[in-house]
Each structure stands twice: as structure tokens, then as C-alpha cells.
């Protein structure tokens, strides 16, 4: 989930001081163990505890709809990411959530970067910086359940083509739900608006098509 730094701005990875406590760090270990979630890298992490602990939240729910994310294999990894490239907020790698340790140490210019862009149409009208986690559970639940994510636009919209598909989301879902040809970013940006509860009836009809998946209880 890519995003643009303004020109000239480069954030600063180096700086060692002020990770998290052992005492935080053990807390978010066992909040996030008691989830079924595993994370990678917090030692070094600096910024609230909290706001770990409000993803692994919103992970959560959506997990009651799509349970695989957090079966005992392959179970859902954040990894706190220091080495990601700045102009990503999160990538996903199957079941494994890459943050970008430079957004998520500084939460308040998470929020701003990702404001900035649903103010350039670019994600879902409505949403807010939470829908990161949303849209990285969406590529987690495509792969663990091998969801054909253009498939479920079209029984959606039976007869109309890809290209009228990505152009439907495009105007009706988001920029970025329109990035890829083979609708990949459909499902994330449908779940970022369905569990922000500021889903259209498409929207909601698409993460409604993914649960049909679920019931055939494929696993990777
Ligand atoms: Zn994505």
C-alpha cells in the first residue's frame, strides 16, 4: 500500500533511542499472543503500545468473518518493518504484514499521510488510518483462502469486462482499488471501506462474495 512522501522529506531510521520498555514490550507480546497473533520486530519499537494493541483489534474482527487469518498455522505476522521503502505504509508477503516502522513509530504522521490521501481520492472516502491493517488483512484473507479477486467483481456485474470492473472501482471504490489489472487491490480496498463500516452496496456485496469462499474452507 504505496503513498508518496512531499519532496525533500526523508525520515530518519537511524536514531536507536527510545524503544518501547521490556515491560511495554512484554505486555503487547502477550496482548498479541492472547490474539493468536504473532509479531516480529517490536523490540525495537517506539511509538504506543497502544496503537499496536487497536490493530490487533481491527485484525480481530475481521478474523470473525474470515477465521483462517488466525488458525494455529500460518497465523497472522506483523512485522515492524525498519527497513521498508518510505513510500510504503504496509506490504504483505501471504500471511505476513510488513509496517513501516518509520509511519508506525510516529502515529500522528501516519495519520496525516494517509488523511492526505483520501483526500486525493486515492483510498476509500470515509476511512482513516486504521484501514491500513484492513487493506493488508485483505491481501492475508485473498491468500489464505485463494480468493480470485476479479472473480468476485464479476459475479457482482456479470458480462461487464476487467477493464469496465477496474473502472467501476476506480470511480466507485477508490484510485488505489483500481491499480493492478487483475483486480488484486479489490478486495483490500472493499474490506478498507466494509470494515469502516463506510461501505457502499458494492462494497459490501464484494466482502460478502469473499465469505462465500470461506465456506469452502480452503486452506493455504
Ligand atoms: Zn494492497
Known sequence: ???????????????????ISKEEYVKLSHYATDNKIKLEGFKKFKGNIKDIMELIDDIVVIAQDFPLILDDY????LSLDTASCDDDFSTTVMHIVYLNASLYNDID????????????????QGTDYHSVIRHEIGHVVANKYKIDTMAVAQSIFPGKTKAELIEYVKNNVSLYAATYNDGREFISE???????????????????????????????
Not at 500460518?74 to 505476522?77: H, N
Not at 474490506?191 to 474452507?217: L, Q, R, T
Open 74 to 77: 500460518k497465523s497472522v505476522v
Open 190 to 220: 472493499c474490506f478498507s471501506a466494509y470494515y469502516s463500516n463506510v461501505a457502499n452496496d458494492f462494497e459490501i456485496n464484494y466482502v460478502k462474495g469473499c465469505m462465500e469462499y470461506g465456506k469452502g474452507g480452503n486452506v493455504l
Open 1 to 19: 500500500m504505496k503513498y508518496h512522501l512531499p519532496f525533500g522529506i526523508r525520515l530518519n531510521k537511524n536514531d536507536s533511542s527510545s524503544y
Open 109 to 124: 504522521y501516519l495519520k496525516s499521510e494517509y488523511e492526505l490521501a483520501v483526500e486525493q481520492g486515492k483510498f476509500v
